[in-house]
Each structure stands twice: as structure tokens, then as C-alpha cells.
């Protein structure tokens, strides 16, 4: 079975830091890439970064590059998103999912994400 943990989220105050984790089982994680998704209320799922397995290639949303930082750790099949200089309107909910490289040609293809974490409460204060 195929299970997505998030976890770190939080309350900071604007220009803090929080790390994000995402653990992963029931697949073959070199095989998968993993990204970090949010969604605050009322506003629409925003693709924020993600990582290829195979090539370790990244990829940040604009409004989240110089500030957030994604990393993986293949010996704990877990994925990080390291968020420094926090803004309010970083405030969401995130969720961490995972596709199959094989499955499509670019891994910022985020409509083909399937597997999904719970999600974790990300809360930044002015």
C-alpha cells in the first residue's frame, strides 16, 4: 500500500523557518518523483516543488524560489521542504505526493500526481 506521511507543519511568525517531511512506503522511491503541493482556502492547489528520484533534477514555483529548499533522503525513502523567510501568504495547507517517472515526460506534469499525504498545516503570523 502506498502511503504518503507529511509532517513539520506548524505556527511561525513571518521571516522564520520550518522543515517539512514527507515519508514514503509501498513503492520503489528511486522510481517516483515527489512534490509539495498547498492549498490555502479559497484558493486553488499550487504546485510549489518537487524532485526527480532518477536525477535528483528540482523544480520551485516562483513565488516559493531563494526561499524554499527541497532535498531527499533515499536511505529513509523521505523528502524535505525547507522553508525559510516565511511570508503570510505562505500560509496553507501542504501536501506532499508522489508520481511515477515512467508516467510522464516532465515531473512538474502536476495533474499527474496520484499519490497523496494527509497534508500538514503550515501557519505563518505577520
Known amino acids: 500500500e502506498v502511503q504518503l506521511v507529511e509532517s513539520g507543519g506548524g505556527l511561525v511568525q513571518a521571516g522564520g523557518s520550518l522543515r517539512l517531511s514527507c515519508a514514503a512506503s509501498?513503492?520503489?522511491?528511486?522510481?517516483?518523483?515527489i512534490g509539495w503541493f498547498r492549498q490555502a482556502p479559497g484558493k486553488e492547489r499550487e504546485g510549489v516543488s518537487c524532485?526527480?528520484?532518477?536525477?535528483?533534477?528540482?523544480y520551485y514555483a516562483d513565488s516559493v524560489k531563494g526561499r524554499f529548499t527541497i532535498s531527499s533522503d533515499k536511505a529513509k525513502n523521505t523528502v524535505y521542504l525547507q522553508m525559510n523567510s516565511l511570508k503570510p501568504e505562505d500560509t496553507a495547507v501542504y501536501y506532499c505526493?508522489?508520481?511515477?517517472?515512467?508516467?510522464?515526460?516532465?515531473?512538474?506534469?502536476?495533474?499527474?500526481?496520484?499519490?497523496w499525504g494527509q497534508g500538514t498545516q503550515v501557519t505563518v503570523s505577520s
Open positions: 505526493a508522489a508520481v511515477s517517472e515512467s508516467e510522464v515526460v516532465v515531473t512538474t506534469y502536476f495533474p499527474a500526481y496520484r499519490y
Open positions: 524532485i526527480s528520484s532518477s536525477d535528483g533534477s528540482t
Open positions: 509501498g513503492f520503489t522511491f528511486d522510481d517516483y518523483a
